[in-house]
């Protein structure tokens, strides 16, 4: 993790704001859902990628039921119809 230099602070309802120039590098849009992770003492913030359910993998992944299913754990299931 490099670290960039920039320093914000948090406001009296926990928000920051992401300078303009890594919100352009990273394709981050107004409205778009960010996954917060923590690492040890770190807190990443991540574009968030929907995930399959079943194998957590986020390659090919379709909504069905308002759940997330890859390709992989869709072709396995097809196997027991």
Do not use: A, W
């Not at 957590?56 to 379709?62: F, I, L, R, Y």
Request: charged share 30%; proline share 5%; with cysteine.
């Amino acid at each position: 993790m490099k670290p960039m230099g920039v320093v914000r602070k948090v406001d009296q309802l926990g928000r920051i704001v992401l300078p303009k120039s890594l919100r352009k590098r990273y394709m981050m849009n107004e409205g778009d859902p960010v996954e917060i992770l923590v690492q040890g003492d770190h807190i990443i913030l991540e574009k968030y990628k929907p995930r399959c359910v079943f194998c957590t993998s986020s390659d090919n992944v379709v909504e069905y039921k308002e759940k997330y299913i890859c390709s992989s754990c869709l072709g396995e299931m097809q196997q027991f119809v």
